[in-house]
Nanobody
């Protein structure tokens, strides 16, 4: 399984950004996908996840109400829509999935939010 995250960039506080995670997994609908982030000097933390088939989502309290995860199974892509961005959202964002007990990570995309 290969994952490729994209869409990061430099934005100002209050702006929006949409990240994409393209997956090589087949069938893509069988995979739950999560988003994580890692800020400089901090541990990687959970941001949110979407269940396989898109039947449900889960978010960290820090992003709840601001971030939305969706998926397009026809495009093998999961999205992370980030609104009302804050400087503390600055991090490298990674998408993740599991299969057969193995973890698969995308390469990460940098999001920088200036105040």
């Amino acid at each position: 399984v290969q994952l490729q995250a994209s869409g990061g960039g430099l934005v100002q506080a209050g702006d929006s950004l949409r990240l994409s995670c393209a997956a090589s997994a087949r069938p893509f609908s069988a995979y739950g996908v999560g988003w994580f982030r890692q800020a400089p000097g901090k541990e990687r933390e959970f941001v949110g996840a979407v269940a396989r088939g898109g039947s449900g989502t889960l978010y960290a309290d820090s992003v709840k109400g601001r971030f939305t995860i969706s998926r397009d199974n026809a495009k093998n892509t999961v999205y992370l829509q980030m609104n009302s961005l804050r400087p503390e959202d600055t991090a490298v964002y990674y998408c993740h999935t599991t299969r057969g007990g193995n973890d698969f990570w995308g390469q990460g995309t940098q999001v920088t939010v200036s105040s």
